[in-house]
């Protein structure tokens, strides 16, 4: 008589696992060999910009550590919302990003009905940076500082023109939320772009100018415009003479251009962790730090989690100002 010994029924909980470790293997596999293809940084604004010089610098220095090449990709066009709408339809595989600006948190409430949900659609990847916006003004016939132009607009309401790169760009909602703390009240003139306004305020058509501090240094350096305050928590180390806001009356007072990667909402958490650990590391590099400093900035390190909560606060803070405001978009 022929005894088999067959092997005893696995348990029900050896069964789990080993189904369990089925499930997780392609995981893991993908996980070991991402990313396998090129991975494309989309950009809501113009070749050449800040934003975009920003993309490049972050994407060479991860290309290096990934071993794969960062393509940027630039969609301008309806105050960035086809850019991101292009990255929350992407396939949420970890090859499509965006680098997104403070657009991301304004739009949403500047565009009615909003076009996307930043919060459900996208996920924060990585802080990047942030670049102060300043307010500057005709260096021969401008105010002198700070005090003098809220002096001259207590005493005349609504007398005192200030220009931005339009309705809705930070600069804009930056003066917007000034004028709220300082109790004052200026009007706005829009343009296209933020060189059109300095022009005019070099020819003195207007007294006043918010733009990014990158674009108003070589004016400064002229001796043409003159810097009132920049409104970033620190001076800049670009314009290290000139006050903050928060340094000039009122404490706490931010309003900086902030730039940050975010992914489809439905990427995989192993995925995001791994792409925010490249970015952070790129960071590190004295490359980008002094690319980011070229344009005005500075890099900040940080987890994904303390990206999302500023996305999540700068949300609420531009959605009562576009209301109690009215601000429409161009």
């Known amino acids: 008589m022929l005894n088999l010994i067959l092997p005893a029924a696995p348990s029900r909980a050896l069964a789990r696992g080993l189904i369990a470790t089925a499930c997780a293997l392609p995981m893991l596999v993908f996980a070991q060999t991402f990313p396998t293809k090129p991975i494309k940084v989309v950009v809501g604004y113009a070749a050449g910009g800040a934003v975009d010089i920003v993309a490049r610098t972050v994407g060479q220095s991860m290309a290096r550590s ?9 969609k301008p066009g309806a105050g960035t919302n086809i850019a991101v709408r292009s990255v929350i339809d992407a396939p949420a595989d970890g090859y499509t990003l965006l680098l997104a600006a403070n657009a991301l948190a304004a739009n949403m409430a500047l565009y009615q009905p909003a076009p996307f949900d930043a919060e459900r659609d996208l996920v924060p990847v990585s802080l990047v940076g942030r670049v102060p916006v ?9 105010p002198a ?4 132009l809220i002096e001259i ?58 733009v990014n501090a990158l674009e108003v240094l070589p004016h400064v350096k002229s001796g043409k415009l003159r810097v009132l305050a920049v409104m970033s928590p620190a001076r800049s180390a670009m314009l290290p003479d000139v006050p903050t806001i928060a ?10 251009v902030w730039y940050g990667f975010v992914a489809p909402a439905a990427t995989p958490k192993h995925v995001v962790t791994r792409m925010h650990a490249e970015v952070q590391k ?35 803070r531009y959605e009562k100002l576009v209301r109690e405001a009215q601000i429409k978009p161009d």
């Open 134 to 142: 300043v307010i500057a003004t005709n260096a021969q016939s401008g």
């Open 282 to 316: 790129a960071l590190q590099t004295a490359e980008v730090r002094e690319r980011m400093s070229s344009v005005g900035g500075e890099v900040i390190l940080g987890s994904a989690e303390q990206f999302g909560a500023l996305i999540h606060s700068e949300r609420a």
């Open 66 to 74: 990934l071993g794969q090449a960062v393509i940027v990709e630039n």
């Open 247 to 256: 340094e000039s009356g009122f404490p706490g007072f931010e309003a900086s």
């Open 153 to 210: 607009a207590k005493a005349k309401p609504g007398f005192v023109n200030f220009a931005t790169p339009g309705n809705g760009s930070t600069p804009h909602l930056a003066v917007e939320l000034f004028t709220r703390a300082a109790g004052i009240k200026l009007s706005h003139v829009p343009y296209k772009g933020g060189a059109p306004a300095i022009t005019d305020v070099l020819g003195g058509q207007l007294p006043l100018v918010a």
């Open 145 to 148: 500082n700070l005090a003098k």
